[in-house]
């Protein structure tokens, strides 16, 4: 199974960029990239997935590695509300058309005010 | 458009008790998976299910049993409840197809006493 690493914690300030790291030196040619993030007490949220090519959506923008052995989620402008664990996975297999996504410990991001 | 909506939120169970945790999303999603969330871990598959009729497991299914007869419903049973089963628990829906986003219900919190 293709693993990612990722910092247990990293910090920012309100209204700065963020860029949360991943490696994945393990992935196949066929695994995309997903983005999840838990806020405090609830479940997890999509943020943005990406196969090859760069990532935008009204969130967040996902920047993949040309080797594609890393990845970067860029969060442009954090906010207090982006306070969360932030998960980089690969789509582990696929057994009928299920997507069983792996979920590791994530990056936990404060935000200062 | 309710998601996936999960109850009870919250859950006391003594030791030797049996449940049922409920899930049911609004999305014609093929696809639900059950996971629960140790305290300051990741998020571990328990059951997943592709269709209505069709369930097999994931990571962790020692203690828990799971059916699927519609594609709406995707129950979580716990048979002799036990502390180590103290958790929270996360049902989630995706569509077929490679590379699409799992939505998650809010969680149940459970404890074994």
């Known amino acids: 199974d293709a693993k990612t690493t990722q910092p247990n914690s990293m910090e920012s300030n309100e209204e700065e960029p963020v860029h949360l790291p991943c490696n994945h030196s393990?992935?196949?040619?066929?695994?995309?990239i997903h983005w999840y993030r838990q806020l405090p007490s609830q479940g997890p949220e999509y943020v943005i997935h990406g196969l090859t090519s760069n990532v935008n959506n009204r969130m967040a923008s996902l920047a993949i590695a040309e080797d594609r052995k890393s990845s970067t989620l860029i969060l442009h402008r954090a906010t207090l509300r982006d306070a969360a664990v932030y998960y980089c996975i690969l789509r582990d297999s696929i057994i009928q058309g299920a997507q069983k996504l792996v979920f590791g410990q994530g990056t936990r991001l404060t935000i200062n005010p | 458009n309710a998601g996936v909506t999960q109850t009870p939120k919250f859950r006391i169970l003594k030791i030797g008790q049996s449940m049922t945790l409920q899930c049911t999303q609004d999305m014609n999603h093929n696809y639900m998976y059950w996971y629960r969330q140790d305290p300051g871990m990741g998020l571990k598959l328990i059951y997943y299910?592709?269709?209505?009729?069709?369930?097999d497991k994931g990571e962790v299914p020692n203690g828990y049993n799971v059916s699927r007869s519609t594609t709406e419903d995707f129950p979580l049973r716990l048979e002799l409840a036990a502390p180590s089963q103290t958790s929270v628990y996360f049902c989630?829906?995706?569509?077929?197809?490679?590379?699409?986003?799992?939505?998650f219900g809010s969680g149940t919190r459970l404890t074994v006493v």
């Open positions: 299910s592709v269709g209505a009729g069709i369930t």
């Open positions: 989630a829906s995706s569509p077929s197809g490679a590379g699409l986003g799992y939505t």
């Open positions: 393990t992935i196949s040619g066929t695994d995309y």
